[in-house]
C-alpha cells in the first residue's frame, strides 16, 4: 500500500506560479510512475502530467506543455509539479497518483492509477 499527500496548493493570481509536493510512502520508490491529475468543479479527473517508471520519460496534456513541469526525488521519495503562468482554467483540485505496474499506453487514464492523493486545491484568480 502507497500513501501520498500532496502540499503546496492555494490561491494564485493569473500569471502567477505554484509548486506542488507530493511525498510518498512507498519502498522501492523509484520502480514507481507518477503523476498529477485534477478535476474541476463539476467536470471528470483529467490528466496533467506524468512521469514513467521504465525510462522517465515525462508527459503532459497539450493545455499545460511548456508551463508545468513534473519531477522527482527519489532519494526522498517525493514528487513536484512546478506550476507558471497559470490561468483561471487551471483551478481544481490536483491529485498525486502512483503506480508501480502501469503500462504506458494507459499514463493519460485516471483508472489506470493504482494510489492516489487526497487533493489539494489550486485556485487561480483572474
Known amino acids: 500500500q502507497v500513501q501520498l499527500v500532496e502540499s503546496g496548493g492555494g490561491l494564485v493570481q493569473t500569471g502567477g506560479s505554484l509548486r506542488l509536493s507530493c511525498a510518498a510512502s512507498a ?3 523509484s520502480t514507481y ?3 498529477w491529475f485534477r ?3 463539476g467536470l471528470e479527473r483529467e490528466f496533467v502530467a506524468a512521469m514513467y517508471r521504465r525510462n ?8 499545460v506543455k511548456g508551463r508545468f513541469a513534473i519531477s522527482r ?5 517525493m514528487v513536484y ?7 483561471p482554467e487551471d483551478t481544481g483540485v490536483y491529485y498525486c497518483v502512483a503506480d508501480s505496474t502501469l503500462i504506458l499506453s494507459s499514463v ?7 494510489f ?5 486545491q489550486v485556485t487561480v484568480s483572474s
Open 81 to 87: 509539479l512546478q506550476m507558471n503562468s497559470l490561468k
Open 39 to 41: 478535476q474541476a468543479p
Open 116 to 120: 492516489w492523493g487526497q487533493g489539494t
Open 73 to 77: 526525488d527519489n532519494a526522498v521519495n
Open 56 to 63: 522517465g520519460a515525462t508527459y503532459y496534456q497539450d493545455s
Open 33 to 35: 510512475s507518477v503523476g
Open 108 to 114: 493519460f487514464e485516471a483508472r489506470a492509477w493504482d
Open 27 to 29: 519502498g522501492a520508490f
